[in-house]
């Protein structure tokens, strides 16, 4: 396993960078994948009932999921862990650090406005950045197979929320979770170092 863990690692990041490559090309230049992706979202818009669908959107808004990456992270660091606290500080600080510059240069309009800066989606950006860090600090206490479907879950259901209220077009949202996947394969990279090197050290100290 620990043989196969590096190149399966370096697949999964060179994936999601080409992915988001590839989405980001399409989202500025136009031409059909762009059309396509207009013509589906103007399709999707306005289903569902606009209440639930505007709370999913906002489960991606600062106000609702920071506080729950606080809280995951203060927990951890309550629990001796604040070098995997930090780590997923710091990876929190680093979406605004690219989704901001991506939306000035791709200056895409939104669905429903002549409004630019919509690629990629900040409020998806935020979902998966702040539900897959809580999911990674989390899961030596609770386990990964019950935390990251319920990040998963969260980020998708956001995504529909943003789709179904006309918030964002589909692209927009598959740019963000092609670039957040980058951001999260290296943050669960570094807190599996950093525990590791933990373990060492505590092995070596004497006991008593």
């Known amino acids: 396993m620990p043989r196969?863990?590096?190149?399966?690692?370096?697949?999964?990041?060179?994936?999601?960078?080409?992915?988001?490559?590839?989405?980001?090309?399409?989202?500025a230049v136009g031409g059909p994948v762009r059309r396509a992706d207009e013509r589906l979202e103007l399709h999707l818009v306005g289903h569902g009932p606009r209440q639930l669908t505007e709370v999913l959107a906002d489960l991606g808004s600062m106000p609702v999921a920071l506080p729950v990456l606080a809280l995951a992270l203060l927990f951890a660091l309550v629990r001796g862990h604040r070098w995997q606290a930090l780590a997923g500080a710091v990876t929190m600080v680093l979406v605004p650090a690219l989704v901001v510059p991506l939306k000035l240069w791709i200056d895409r309009p939104g669905p429903l406005t002549e409004a630019t800066g919509y690629y990629p989606s900040g409020h998806t950006a935020t979902a998966m950045v702040a539900y897959g860090t809580a999911a990674v600090v989390l899961a030596p206490f609770a386990g990964a197979r019950r935390t990251a479907p319920v990040a998963v879950l969260l980020t998708v259901a956001t995504g529909a929320g943003l789709l179904l209220r006309g918030y964002h077009w589909p692209l927009d949202v598959l740019g963000s979770v092609a670039l957040c996947g980058v951001l999260l394969?290296?943050?669960?990279?570094?807190?599996?170092?950093?525990?590791?090197?933990?373990r060492r050290s505590s092995s070596r100290t004497p006991a008593g």
């Open 4 to 27: 196969l863990l590096g190149p399966l690692f370096l697949s999964a990041l060179l994936c999601c960078a080409v992915l988001f490559a590839l989405i980001t090309w399409a989202a």
């Open 185 to 198: 394969l290296l943050l669960a990279r570094v807190v599996r170092m950093i525990s590791r090197s933990t």
